[in-house]
């Protein structure tokens, strides 16, 4: 590792103290077990307010609840908005490659900066579209937060690192991401795959983190480990949707070997996530997230400014930063 990265490494180390220490206050059993009753007379409260679903998006819900994915399409969708996502998705996606050809110092994965984001807003709000909202608040239970986009681009070079290894999202006890692939994504272009299964022995966070495993360490827990039992491996065409609870089920960007991939993932969570401090993943600002509010309908706004939603004090740590 270059002097560079060592001194990057030791910043964003620096930087996650102050998450750490939240952490580690959530997980003080009395803590803990106030933030667990609130949670529940939250669900309790929303109970009588969950929107209506149609039978083909109840379907949704009951593959999350049931193996924390779900499959589809933006065609089978038919939400408003996505012509606008996959054009604009596929124009950024054939700049990266074009990018990557010329630019060795981009021959890695990486994900879109915020002027990126900002310059394609189109593909930032169909993730607002009220029938997504509707789903997502359906299986979480509670109000929800929209915590914005991460469009990555995934070089093929095999690699189990970062987000290519299992893992499991720590932000609440329960959320939703939906990916949209923006090319072809086959067994050897990186398809997101999702654990069906559980493994009881990593359910508590260690320092505000699940352990995070490589496909051989996974596969040393679960002895009896078959991938095409317990494993969901997310393939298809490009405007494939998946949804899936990140936060609950171990999960992981197959590490590509035949072909890169690129793909947008919408977050959402309850509108008090567990540690709002390990939130705010995406590459802009919150100066940027109040411009992107300010056009919307009160719905969409109280989703995308969830923060208001927070104590005070939960309002004091800074998020934690985003580690490559």
Not at 88 to 100: K, P, T
Not at 114 to 120: F, S
Not at 273 to 297: D, N, V, W
Request: glycine share 6%; hydrophobic share 40%; charged share 25%.
């Amino acid at each position: 590792m270059s002097g560079s990265n060592l001194a990057r490494v030791a910043f964003n180390k620096v930087l996650e103290v102050p998450a750490n220490l939240g952490s580690r206050l959530i997980a003080w059993p009395p803590v803990a077990s106030r933030a667990g009753a609130a949670y529940g007379r939250a669900r309790e409260a929303h109970k009588e307010r969950v929107p209506d679903l149609s039978p083909a998006d109840a379907a949704i819900v009951a593959d999350l609840k049931r193996t924390g994915v779900h499959i589809t399409s933006l065609d089978t969708l038919g939400l408003t908005g996505s012509d606008a996502l996959l054009d604009r998705g596929r124009a950024l996606y054939a700049r990266y490659v074009s990018d990557g050809t010329r630019d060795p110092t981009r021959a890695r994965s990486f994900q879109a900066g915020a002027a990126d984001v900002m310059a394609n807003r189109e593909i930032f709000y169909w993730g607002l579209n009220d029938r997504l909202l509707d789903i997502v608040e359906n299986y979480l239970g509670v109000p929800i937060g929209y915590d914005g986009i991460n469009i990555f681009f995934t070089k093929a070079d095999g690699r189990q690192v970062a987000a290519r290894r299992w893992h499991r999202d720590v932000e609440d006890r329960h959320m939703v991401k939906i990916a949209v692939y923006l090319n072809d994504v086959d067994e050897g272009g990186g398809p997101l795959q999702v654990l069906r299964r559980k493994l009881p022995q990593h359910d508590r966070t260690v320092r505000g983190k699940f352990p995070i495993l490589t496909q051989e360490e996974l596969e040393r827990r679960l002895a009896d480990f078959r991938i095409d039992r317990d494993v969901t491996t997310c393939m298809g065409k490009t405007g494939t949707v998946v949804f899936a609870d990140t936060a609950s089920h171990y999960h992981r960007g197959k590490p590509a070997t035949t072909h890169d991939r690129c793909a947008v993932y919408f977050n959402y969570f309850h509108r008090v996530p567990l540690r709002p401090f390990r939130c705010e993943r995406s590459t802009i600002s919150r100066a940027q997230i109040r411009e992107l509010a300010e056009p919307l309908l009160h719905r969409q706004r109280d989703c995308l400014l969830w923060r208001e939603s927070l104590p005070m004090v939960a309002r004091l740590l800074p998020p934690a930063p985003v580690w490559e």
